[in-house]
Nanobody, 116 residues
Framework: QVQLVESGGGLVQPGGSLRLSCEGFRVSFSLYSLSWYRQTPGKDRELVAYIGTISVSTRYADAVKGRFTISRDNVKNAVYLQMNSLKPEDTAVYYC?????????WGQGPQVPVSS
């Protein structure tokens, strides 16, 4: 079965940095666009960052633009989210997604609490 395995979540102070990783199993990331979403209780899932099958094609939510960077490594079959200058409002569960037309695969998002 296709699996997306995430790592790198954890407690971080405001202004700090964190790097999330997502590795795909039994799926070739080279064929898929890759994204990071986040969600908090009572809120809809929010698209944070997107990267196309061509790495130069990226998009970011306005709230994270300039602070977060998405990147991919097709050899390692992984996607990363570098999060800098973190704010308390960035606190959420972060999910990676691999998408190919109607096929969508999701990771199990780690918690990212941003607090002093």
């Amino acid at each position: 079965q296709v699996q997306l395995v995430e790592s790198g979540g954890g407690l971080v102070q405001p202004g700090g940095s964190l790097r999330l990783s997502c590795e795909g199993f039994r799926v070739s990331f080279s064929l898929y666009s890759l994204s990071w979403y986040r969600q908090t209780p009572g809120k809809d899932r929010e698209l944070v960052a997107y990267i196309g099958t061509i790495s130069v094609s990226t998009r970011y939510a306005d709230a994270v633009k300039g602070r977060f960077t998405i990147s991919r490594d097709n050899v390692k079959n992984a996607v990363y989210l570098q999060m800098n200058s973190l704010k308390p409002e960035d606190t959420a569960v972060y999910y990676c997604q691999a998408a190919l037309v109607q096929l969508n695969y999701w990771g199990q998002g780690p918690q990212v609490p941003v607090s002093s």
